[in-house]
């Protein structure tokens, strides 16, 4: 099944997959997939303004590293500001999932 | 556009030097493509199958860098503001730590610059109010005055002219012609003499503000039988009427006339200076349209859109051509002028002011002076510091914006404080100024202050800031670091640029100085002036004889009769006359004369003041009567005319006869009245500064019936008294009302008060001259005291090597004295050569001595050199008291 993103969910999961540690953006778009099963696909044209927008917000940083492979990539990692913010939306995020739970598997009225 | 190569050497160069926004996002979305590409190939993909499938993932790959580059461009931005931002934050406690670190140093500055720029400040206040503030009309830049000039002198305009302005102009709008009126209101509270103008409607059209309530005059009320309608001016409307608009319509009584009020002008329609209280229409009749030897209305105009002054001016001159043509006679040596308003307005105080406002920014430039002489020497010591910071990798740009801050933090304080001084120092303006100046009554620290505070202040510390910044950053690094603080020798360059300082400044003092000498002889030689007259112990005051019972010139003379003899019953009366003008006081109408047996070429004809008095005017006012006789009571209606002239007069018309017995008419008699020259009277001056003008005295009672209408009634009471006390003035008023009540007075002086006003503009201009020379000299006096100070502290050493050489005390204290006497004499001849150019502006508000007046210069360089000396005094002394042992062993 696809899945479509709302609004602000994509800098949230581009956070929490930043969490464990520096990575580019192929990586990041991959590993949301990955994570996913699938069912969510992380559209370019999403995925690259979401990350320059969080660098100059400063919640990420970035530097140019070689790969594995020997290729250039950018990597994107974490600020401690956006670690912060990272914990204060998947909190919230949490706490907005479980309650929309909550409404949707009453079964009583 | 450049063809950059696509090699990620090049842009890694690149990227080196500046980070790159768009060639980062280039790379990142190629390696994004390339990865892809990859993953799909592993996948089992052909690879063009995997090159397509990856580009269409992407979609629209040139739109997604646009929207990245985007978004980093607005983040470098905002990161430079805030970096900027950061840099000034850590420039501004920097700047504020250096000046907490010399506390003495930065109040004197923070002190000097508020009376800098606080002086500024209150001059601009005044400056503002007077010249340049916007007139409340709609469209003030397009109004104007237009005025007929005789031989380059500004008359009046005649009716006639005024008529054919208005038929054959091209330039204007509209044309407006007025002319002063006085009318007794009554029937409201006491009787009560009150200015207005009778104005053509067109008045309104041409100064432009909507009434507060009612309307202004229509056309078709400027016509004889229909101009008994009145518009108020807002004054009169609140202090007479309570403000109460159902006024409009209802009738008042003026002159002993009924007119209908039919409107109210705003607040600020006329100016305060002009003291108009209400407008009723001129009627000018068809026989006044033909008049042009007449010049009694001012006229306003309003210019068409796009139309210059000089374009009117021209206009007006070819109007003046046509008349010219049309009336010869009238119209020898006549011109025209067309003036802005504003300028109209402000007159001969926008010299006045002008000079004062470069007084004032002499004293900023002298504040600024000595203050970057306090820069410079705290720099000296501060070398090391500076040394280090280029060390460290400041740039030059760094260290001068540092300083430059550093300057302008200073500034910044020395503004804040200076509104103080300048709200203060306007309020004392606004007491010691003339009371004649136009719209002063309006200077306040109002909206104009601050921007000029903060563009005054901007300007102080960028010229504070500029020149020491350049100097200290010049020089070599390594040979401060190694100097290790020593002070350097006298030859330093820095020393000459707090040299050259000290000399500007006392140069600029000595301008200051001599322009408050030149205004304090000024003073002395208006204090010594021969009125004519004997001034002490002298009251006047002014009487309108308006209305039903003074109508006909008999009437006015027997009033004039009865008031004499109630003042003269006064106790304190030592003598009583009655005068149609004052000297000092007002102004007097010159008529032609027409001599008996002697012709004169058209416009050439001699003139001279009319007055008309009481026979005992002489006596009262102390004027002597130096042939013939004085006029005596039997001078009266039905006895032979006679009259009295002045010596001025006298030697103009006869000057190697006698006048006694000469005969002549004049003052536009219906029938020609010869009247007989029976005495000669000493010259009176009627305005102090202006050499005696050419006067007839006829005595009230033969006064010809016309001239009571160039007085409006009016006649000046004048009494004598042992001593002037304070209820004089009520006993005065008192006496006259026992004549009559209804009378109204006004323009009640004692000779003090006119004399003081005759000489007020002077005695402004002394006094803040004064002030002014006062602040440049003890500033100056700091200035070189500043540097003398700072040279004997680091030249100890030097000093007591001289004295274990052999020099004598005696010796080092004439040296050091040597050098501040060198500064203070460039200074002062510095100065009398920046004087000598400068005082020429003075020209006009002096009186009695040249701008150029040797002794003033002399008096001026001799008092600022005894200063300097004084200055000097105490660093000398401190150099000869040097121990060389200790120095030298320290």
């Not at chain 2, 690149?14 to 990859?38: C, G, I, P, S, Y």
């Not at chain 2, 003035?729 to 002086?749: C, K, M, N, T, Y």
């Amino acid at each position: 099944m696809r899945v479509d993103l709302p609004q602000g969910t994509l800098e949230t999961m581009v956070l929490k997959t930043l969490s464990w540690g520096p990575m580019h953006g192929y990586g990041i778009g991959n590993w949301i997939e990955r994570t996913s099963n699938t069912a969510l696909t992380v559209e370019e044209g999403s995925l690259y303004p979401a990350l320059h927008r969080l660098e100059t917000r400063g919640w990420l940083e970035s530097e140019w590293r070689t790969t594995e492979n020997n290729r250039r990539a950018k990597y994107y990692r974490l600020t401690s500001e956006g670690r912060k913010q990272f914990r204060a939306q998947s909190k919230s995020w949490s706490h907005l999932v479980a309650s929309v739970a909550l409404v949707l598997e009453a079964t009583e009225p | 556009m450049i063809e950059r190569p696509n090699n990620s050497a090049w842009r890694r160069y690149l990227r080196f030097w500046r980070t790159d926004a768009r060639a980062d996002v280039d790379d990142e979305l190629a390696f994004h493509l390339e990865q892809r590409v990859r993953d799909l190939e592993a996948s089992g993909m052909s690879r063009a199958a995997a090159r397509h499938e990856a580009a269409r993932r992407i979609g629209d790959v040139s739109a997604l860098k646009n929207v990245c580059v985007a978004i980093d461009e607005s983040g470098t931005r905002r990161r430079e503001r805030e970096e900027w931002r950061d840099a000034l934050r850590t420039d501004v406690r920097t700047a504020l730590r250096q000046l907490a670190r010399s506390p003495v140093v930065t109040a004197v500055s923070i002190l000097t610059l508020a009376l800098g720029i606080g002086a500024n400040t209150a001059i601009f206040n005044v400056v503002y109010a007077v010249l340049l503030r916007p007139l409340p009309y709609a469209n003030a830049d397009r109004l104007v005055v237009v005025a007929e000039t005789q031989r380059d002198s500004r008359t009046g305009v005649g009716p006639g002219q005024f008529t054919e302005w208005v038929a054959r102009n091209r330039a204007f709008e509209s044309l407006s012609a007025e002319t002063g009126a006085t009318f007794n209101l009554s029937g409201v509270g006491p009787a009560q003499r009150v200015t207005g103008a009778m104005v053509t409607p067109s008045k309104f059209r041409t100064l432009v503000m909507p009434p507060v309530a009612g309307r202004y005059f229509a056309d078709e009320e400027a016509t004889p039988g229909r101009e008994h309608v009145v518009v108020l001016s807002y004054g009169l409307f609140t202090q007479q009427f309570g403000g109460d608009a159902r006024i409009v319509g209802r009738t008042i009584s003026l002159s002993e006339t009924p007119y209908i009020v039919v409107g109210v002008a705003p607040p600020d329609y006329a100016p305060e200076s002009y003291g108009e209280q209400l407008w009723v229409p001129l009627a000018l009749t068809a026989e006044h349209k033909t008049k042009f030897n007449e010049h009694w209305l001012l006229v306003y105009g309003k210019l068409k859109a796009g139309v210059s002054l000089a374009a009117a001016q021209r206009d007006m001159e070819r109007v003046t051509r046509e008349i010219a043509a049309l009336q010869p006679a009238s119209m020898i040596d006549r011109s025209v002028r067309v003036v802005g308003i504003r300028e109209d307005l402000a007159g001969d105080y926008e010299r006045q002011l002008g000079v004062l406002f470069g007084a004032a920014g002499l004293i900023l430039l002298l504040a600024c002076s000595n203050i970057a002489g306090l820069i410079l020497a705290r720099l000296t010591t501060r070398r090391r510091e500076i040394a280090v910071r280029f060390a460290l990798g400041a740039g030059r740009a760094r260290v001068v914006r540092l300083l430059l801050t550093e300057s302008l933090v200073l500034a910044a304080m020395g503004g804040v404080a200076s509104l103080a001084v300048a709200s203060g120092a306007t309020m004392l303006l606004l007491r010691i100024a003339p009371a004649s100046v136009p719209r002063l009554d309006q200077a306040d620290v109002g909206a104009a202050t601050l921007p000029f505070v903060i563009a005054a202040t901007l300007v102080a510390g960028l010229v504070l800031g500029i020149f020491p910044a350049l100097r200290s950053t010049r020089g070599d690094v390594q040979q401060a670091l190694r100097e290790s603080g020593r002070a350097s020798n006298a030859a330093n360059p820095r020393d000459r640029a707090r040299n050259t300082l000290v000399v500007g400044e006392i140069a600029l003092a000595l301008v200051l100085m001599t322009g408050a000498v030149l205004f304090v002889r000024s003073a002395r030689n208006l204090a010594s002036i021969d009125p004519g007259f004997d001034v002490r112990g002298l009251q006047s005051v002014r009487v309108s004889l308006a209305g039903s019972r003074y109508q006909s010139p008999a009437q006015i003379a027997s009033g004039i009769t009865r008031l004499l003899a109630s003042v003269s019953a006064l106790p304190q009366s030592r003598a009583v006359a009655a005068t149609t003008g004052l000297p000092l006081g007002n102004g007097v109408p010159d008529v032609q004369l027409h001599i008996a047996g002697r012709e004169f070429l058209a416009g050439q004809e001699p003139a001279a003041n009319f007055l008309s008095v009481s026979p005992t005017y002489f006596e009262t006012m102390g004027i002597p009567i130096v042939r013939g006789r004085a006029l005596n009571s039997n001078d009266r209606t039905g006895a032979p005319p006679v009259v009295v002239i002045n010596e001025a007069l006298a030697h103009h018309l006869w000057p190697n006869e006698s006048p006694l017995g000469k005969r002549f008419y004049c003052c536009q008699d219906t029938v020609r009245v010869w009247r007989e020259i029976v005495g000669v009277s000493r010259n009176v001056r009627h305005w102090l500064t202006a050499r005696p003008f050419a006067e007839i005295y006829v005595p009230y009672e033969q006064a010809p019936a016309a001239s009571w209408v160039w007085f409006s009634n009016t006649v000046t009471l004048v009494i004598r008294t042992e001593r002037s006390d304070a209820v004089l003035p009520l006993q005065l008023r008192a006496a006259i009302a026992g004549v009559d009540p209804s009378l109204p007075l006004f323009e009640q002086f004692s000779y003090d008060d006119l004399w003081r006003r005759s000489t007020s503009t002077n005695r402004f201009a002394m006094l803040l001259f004064t002030a002014f020379a006062a602040l440049a000299l003890t500033l100056a006096a700091i200035g070189i005291y500043g540097v003398l100070a700072y040279l004997v502290s680091h030249r100890t050493q030097e000093i007591a090597v001289r004295m274990a050489l052999g020099a004598t005390r005696r010796q080092v204290f004439t040296l050091i004295l040597r050098q501040g006497g060198t500064l203070a004499a460039g200074g002062i001849l510095l100065g009398t050569a920046i004087a000598v150019v400068s005082s020429r502006a003075l020209q006009q508000l002096l009186y009695g001595i040249e701008p150029t007046d040797p002794i003033t210069y002399a008096v001026a360089g001799f008092a600022l050199a005894a200063v300097a000396i004084a200055a000097c005094y105490v660093p000398a002394r401190r150099a000869a008291s040097v121990e060389p042992y200790n120095a030298l062993r320290g």
